[in-house]
């Protein structure tokens, strides 16, 4: 993550704040995840289908746009 802010001319200090800011976020989210995947493993199977989803919808719309941009240049 820092070397494309490095390489776009961001200044250190912003890329060591971002990175630490993304961890800690990213240690949140292990927290919660481990609360909530220690209910059940239905639980865990309901939470990785809803991310799946949202995944592949994401995909389907960013084809969707490339698709119309190609189409309708």
């Known amino acids: 993550m ?3 802010m490095k390489s776009g001319g961001m200044k250190i200090s ?3 704040f971002y990175v630490i800011l993304s961890g800690i ?3 949140i989210g292990a927290f919660f995840g481990a609360i ?3 209910v059940s493993e239905e ?3 309901i ?3 809803f991310a799946a989803r949202s995944n592949v919808i994401y995909c389907i719309r960013r084809i969707n746009t ?3 941009q190609i189409i309708f240049r």
Request: net charge positive.
């Open 43 to 45: 639980i865990i199977a």
């Open 14 to 16: 912003k890329i060591i």
């Open 47 to 49: 939470c990785l289908s």
């Open 66 to 68: 490339r698709i119309q």
């Open 36 to 38: 909530v995947g220690s």
């Open 25 to 27: 976020t990213t240690g």
């Open 2 to 4: 820092a070397v494309p």
